[in-house]
């Protein structure tokens, strides 16, 4: 059973950084892509980055050149440095893995960007 544990939400001014934290647990191949997606209110829940075992990354336009995903493989952990926040970041933050045809969710953080 995969298991996605998030961390690293909360609210932040303007401006501000945030790191988000996702740990998998469980029993899965090594060959597979983690990402991060966000959903506000009222709104779908879209692909914010994603990056692939061997370190291709890609990233929404809206958070290119604020945003950085990584990932250690040693600890199956994925990590998002959110800088420069906007209030229009404000969303739950959800975890990806994807293996194959196989899609796992974490239970997703809050983040909210507020003065």
């Known amino acids: 059973q995969v298991q996605l544990v998030e961390s690293g939400g909360g609210l932040v001014q303007p401006g501000g950084s945030l790191r988000l934290s996702c740990a998998a647990t469980g029993s899965f191949p090594g060959r597979y892509t983690m990402g991060w997606y966000r959903q506000a209110p009222g709104k779908q829940r879209d692909l914010v980055a994603f990056i692939t075992r061997t370190g291709t990354s890609n990233y929404a336009d809206s958070v290119k050149g604020r945003f950085t995903i990584s990932r250690d493989n040693a600890k199956n952990t994925v990590y998002l440095q959110m800088n420069s926040l906007k209030p229009e970041d404000t969303a739950v933050y959800y975890c990806?893995?994807?293996?194959?045809?196989?899609?796992?969710w974490g239970q997703g953080t809050q983040v909210s960007v507020s003065s």
């Open positions: 990806n893995l994807q293996i194959a045809a196989m899609t796992y």
